[in-house]
């Protein structure tokens, strides 16, 4: 008991007690703020692609690879022959706003799993669905180098997503 009361006595145990309180606040604010963070800049990730007046090429790449297939997983001829109508840089740019998502979940900049929930079709249609990967591939020098391991990261999160994708029951975990 005399230690007990020789440490609250004693100023610079409180010092001490105060430096570690200031501490853990501190760690605590620096999380909050940095999760906040990479929330805004996937945010401002996704006003990139939806909310571009000037450049509607995004979203017309992925409205093209999403009404794709009809529900029975046939091929629509229009939408196919507007997916072929982009040239070879545009699908490029898209495949570069993709890689950007990557790159800035793996170096911490974007939450990953925030980016899996908003991006996982956009990755799954260019990455994973078979009809929709080989038609977007197919002026890029084929789809089946680019469906693989050695794409790299992009790939890899695809895969995640597609995982995201079974797990939420979006889609069927047999395919």
Known sequence: M??????????EWWKVGIAICAAVFALIQYYTNSKFTRIANLSSLWKKFYERKEDTLFLEIFD????????????????????????????????????????????????????????HWHFYHVFINSNTKKCFWESLGGWIEHSSESWGDDYKFAKDCETYMKEKKIIDSNS
Do not use: M, Q
């Open 2 to 11: 005399e230690c007990i009361c020789e440490v609250i006595k004693n100023p």
């Open 64 to 119: 093209a690879l999403d009404k794709l297939e009809d529900d029975k997983g046939n091929i629509k001829k229009d939408k196919e022959d507007k997916l072929k109508s982009f040239t070879d840089v545009e699908k490029l740019r898209y495949l570069a706003y993709l890689a950007d998502i990557v790159s800035f979940t793996k170096i911490g900049t974007v939450d990953k799993e925030h980016a899996k929930y908003l991006f």
